[in-house]
């Protein structure tokens, strides 16, 4: 992973018209995108589909983003994902969800741990969406609060609550799972 000033690099060189600097930004970004969206979406081609409309968004809207000291460029590209998959719900159309965790296995950094916590994943799945978001984004994507607030539109307080609530609804959904030591 580029250090952040490397990405403003990168980014620099993209608002000026330089494409390839914006594939740099897409090749290096585009596997989590991709990740936070199957996770939630179950579908590949779906999230294919959702990712390259936020990446040409970003693209579309790139002059737009301005770089902040305490602020990633992944949280505005994150920020641009969210939106869009809530825009994709709103209208979405029907699509076949999968369901066997050896398929999740396809995004995973260790495949071998889907299938050790499958308990995990099941529960996680029967959570509100915006429970998983929370939760996806604060402890997969590794994004702090003040991160999650600005991808998810919320306070900072809201975060810390939403994540309080879905740890809680995860533990009652493990423990109904016959999972008790969390």
Do not use: C
Request: hydrophobic share 40%; glycine share 2%; aromatic share 12%.
């Amino acid at each position: 992973m580029l250090e952040e000033s490397q990405v403003q690099l990168l980014i620099k060189r993209a608002k000026a018209g330089d494409a390839e600097a914006f594939g740099q930004i897409f090749d290096l970004y585009s596997p989590r995108i991709y990740n936070f969206l199957f996770g939630k979406l179950r579908h590949k081609e779906t999230a294919e589909d959702i990712l390259n409309t936020i990446f040409l968004k970003a693209w579309e809207n790139l002059n737009r983003y301005q770089h902040r000291q305490n602020a990633k460029f992944s949280t505005w590209l994150f920020q641009i994902a969210n939106f869009t998959l809530i825009d994709h719900w709103r209208t979405r159309k029907e699509t076949s969800e999968i369901t066997k965790v050896e398929n999740l296995s396809v995004f995973a950094v260790d495949p071998k741990l889907y299938e050790d916590y499958e308990f995990l994943w099941i529960a996680l799945s029967e959570l509100p969406e915006e429970y998983q978001t929370v939760l996806d984004l604060r402890f997969k994507q590794e994004f702090n609060v003040a991160e999650t607030a600005k991808v998810m539109n919320k306070s900072e307080v809201g975060v810390r609550v939403l994540q309080h609530r879905a740890l809680k609804m995860l533990k009652e959904k493990l423990i109904n799972h016959g999972v008790d030591n969390y």
